[in-house]
């Protein structure tokens, strides 16, 4: 499966940017899709996941409230609005999408990374 995020900016904090994520190909592949992030010197982190049927999502702790995942099966898109953006959501977002929750990072597939940067 392979996919294209779009959707970064720049954006003051208090702002909104929602981040989109199309996924083509092997769409089988992807029962689950979600979000990363990697701020600069930073390792890469978990931010959202959602399954196929959109039933199930999980947030981390330092979005919740803020971010809402969401995802299109008719457009194969997945979705992340972000609100409240702080200066420390500054990252790129990787979108990712895999055949189970509990796929290893290394099995997962990613896309390309968008850039997010929230100024204070």
């Known amino acids: 499966v392979q996919l294209q995020a779009s959707g970064g900016g720049l954006v003051q904090a208090g702002g909104s940017l929602r981040l989109s994520c199309a996924a083509s190909?092997?769409?089988?592949?992807?029962?689950?899709m979600g979000w990363f992030r990697q701020a600069p010197g930073k390792q890469r982190e978990f931010v959202a996941r959602?399954?196929?049927?959109?039933?199930?999502?999980n947030y981390a702790d330092f979005v919740k409230g803020r971010f809402t995942i969401s995802r299109d099966n008719t457009k194969n898109t997945v979705y992340l609005q972000m609100n409240a953006l702080k200066p420390e959501d500054t990252a790129v977002y990787y979108c990712?999408?895999?055949?189970?929750?509990?796929?290893?990072?290394?099995?997962?597939?990613w896309g390309q990374g968008t850039q997010v940067t929230v100024s204070s």
């Open positions: 990712y999408a895999a055949t189970d929750i509990f796929t290893s990072d290394d099995s997962k597939h």
């Open positions: 190909g092997s769409i089988s592949s992807a029962y689950v």
């Open positions: 959602i399954i196929r049927s959109g039933n199930y999502v």
